[in-house]
C-alpha cells in the first residue's frame, strides 16, 4: 500500500513538473515572439525625408518680417528649416511619406504686385544672390514629383486654386534702368496652377506681335493667353511636372504622357528676359480661413 502510494505521489510530481516546464516554455515562447513582432515593428518605423537640395533655393512665406512684407529665407539658412520657428509652421517635412510640405493661407504677408500669399521657393542659381538667372536662351528644365495635400473650398462649394510651379521673368539692372522702373520684376511667362483636380496652365503672349527692341521689356506689352487644361485628373495623388525650356521653345509634361509645347514668337521675343524657377504653394485666395498645403517628394533644376 505505501508502494502504491508511492508511485501515486511520484507520478503527479512528474506531471506537475512536465506542466510548469511546458507552461515556462510557452511563455519564454510568447515573449520571444512578442519581442519578435515589436522588433519587426521598429524595423518597418522609417523616417522619409524629401528629395530636394536646397542650397539653391530661398523661400518665401506668409509671415510678416519686421518691414511688413513677407519673409523671404535664403541660403544657407533654409537649411536649417526643420528648427528654424519662422518656417516651421509653413515649410515642414512629413516624414511618413517623405514630403516636403508647404503650407500657405491669406495673410498680410504679401510680395510686391500681388494681394495673395505663398509658401514658394525661388530658384537661386548663386545661393543667396538673386541677380545671377537665366534667359532661354541658356535653357533650363525644372522637374518635381508632387501631390496637393489639402485645400480648402470656396462658398459655391469649388476648391482654391494653388499655383504650384512657375517661371517667373526679370529685369536686369541695366534693362530697368533702361525703361525707368523702379524694380527688376518682370511678369511670369509661366504659371502652373492645381484647378479644381486638375492641371492648368497659363503663359504671356505679346499683345501686338510684331514688337521689337526695348519696348518688350514693358509689362504693359504683355498679356496673358488663353490657357490650357491637362486632360488628367491628378485630384489629390501624387503627380510628376517637368518644365524644359530652350531658345524660342518652352514644354511642360505632365507624368511623363501628356505634353504643351510652347514654340512660336512669344517664346523667342521671350528671350529679352532673365527668368528664374519657382516651386511650392502659391495661394490663390483671400478668403477668411481657406488655406492649402503643397507637399514636394522631390525637385530638381538642371542647366
Keep these: 500500500m505505501k508502494n502504491f502510494r508511492k508511485k501515486i505521489i511520484a507520478s503527479m510530481v512528474l506531471i506537475l513538473c512536465i506542466t510548469v516546464s511546458a507552461t515556462s516554455q510557452n ?13 519587426k515593428k521598429g524595423k518597418r518605423k522609417k523616417y522619409k525625408l524629401p528629395d530636394i537640395d536646397l542650397s539653391h533655393w530661398s523661400v518665401t512665406t506668409p509671415e510678416l518680417n519686421d518691414k511688413g512684407r513677407a519673409t523671404t529665407i535664403e541660403p ?3 537649411l536649417n528649416y526643420g528648427s528654424d520657428e519662422r518656417l516651421i509652421p ?20 504679401t510680395t510686391a504686385n500681388t494681394k495673395y500669399s505663398r509658401s514658394e521657393l525661388r530658384e537661386q542659381m548663386e545661393p543667396g544672390n538673386n541677380n545671377v538667372n537665366w534667359t532661354f536662351a541658356q535653357g533650363g528644365t525644372l522637374k518635381g514629383k508632387l501631390a496637393v495635400e489639402d485645400v480648402t473650398k470656396d462658398k459655391n462649394g469649388k476648391y482654391h486654386r ?49 514688337l521689337v527692341g ?7 506689352a504683355w498679356d496673358d493667353d488663353e490657357g490650357f487644361n491637362f486632360e488628367q485628373e491628378v485630384g489629390f495623388r501624387k503627380f510628376t511636372l517637368e518644365v524644359k525650356v530652350s531658345e524660342g521653345k518652352m514644354v511642360v509634361v505632365l507624368n511623363n504622357s501628356e505634353y504643351k509645347v510652347y514654340e512660336n514668337v512669344h517664346m523667342r521675343k521671350w528671350g529679352v528676359f532673365e527668368n528664374y524657377f519657382k516651386a511650392g504653394n502659391y495661394f490663390q485666395s483671400r478668403d477668411e480661413g481657406a488655406f492649402a498645403k503643397v507637399k514636394y517628394y522631390s525637385l530638381e533644376v538642371t542647366h
Excluded: C
Excluded at 27 to 39: G, I, P, R, V, Y
Excluded at 99 to 105: E, S
Excluded at 214 to 220: F, G, K, P, T
Design 162 to 210: 494653388v499655383i504650384i510651379m512657375q517661371i517667373h521673368g526679370r529685369l536686369t539692372d541695366e534693362q530697368r534702368d533702361l525703361i525707368g522702373q523702379k524694380d527688376n520684376n518682370a511678369p511670369p511667362i509661366l504659371k502652373i496652377y492645381w484647378d479644381k483636380g486638375k492641371i492648368r496652365v497659363k503663359t504671356k503672349v505679346l499683345k501686338n506681335p510684331s
Design 76 to 78: 544657407p539658412e533654409i
Design 90 to 109: 509653413y515649410m515642414y517635412n512629413d516624414s511618413t511619406d517623405g514630403g516636403l510640405v508647404f503650407y500657405a493661407y491669406p495673410s498680410e504677408g
Design 27 to 39: 511563455n519564454e515562447s510568447s515573449t520571444t515572439d512578442s519581442d519578435a513582432k515589436t522588433e
Design 214 to 220: 526695348d519696348v518688350l521689356l514693358h509689362e504693359e
